[in-house]
């Protein structure tokens, strides 16, 4: 278990979880898509490349447009890409926000029932029970290629950072 913090609103929150570095082999967790329904992060998505993004909460300006971006760019990525948005909001906010957003390729996944993407990833800021900023990129083989923490809440991600361990993974 390691520990770190996160910058909110002047204020350092510890962060804790287990992180993982690239070249870790990903965890697989089980996340909700829906009320009484789960998806098996890895499991359901075997054999493809994965974008892992993570927002604290959707329906903030900052996530929504990390998310928005991803969308966009899922659309040049092809068929063994797999773009997943993680966030501790309720599936029915999540289901609701893509539908008023027009975000279809974007899979979103929620923590909320036991935070347990936030305690495998090292996300997890148990002050704000959310999950802190965070990109990684899982290859098709499990392997994390690349591990983003934002250290501050209303930061973005380096984006071409992200994209660029991207196209590595993709081959």
Known sequence: ??????????????????????????????LSDG???TFSLLGDTAGKVRLISVVPSI???VCDAQTRRWN?????LGE???????????????????GAAGVERVKLL???VDMAFGQAYGTLVQDLRLDQRSVFIVDANDTVRYAEYVPVFGQHPDYDAALAALQTAMG
Not at 81 to 97: C, E, G, H, Y
């Open 1 to 30: 278990m390691s520990s770190h913090t996160v910058s909110f609103r002047n204020a350092d929150l510890a962060v804790n979880g287990t992180t993982v570095a690239v070249g870790d082999q990903a965890r697989d967790v089980k």
């Open 35 to 37: 009320l009484g329904s």
């Open 59 to 61: 329906d903030t300006g």
């Open 72 to 76: 966009e760019e899922a659309s040049k």
């Open 80 to 98: 063994n890409v797999v773009v997943i948005t993680v966030s501790a909001d309720l599936p029915m906010a999540q289901k609701r926000w893509c």
């Open 110 to 112: 929620s923590d909320y």
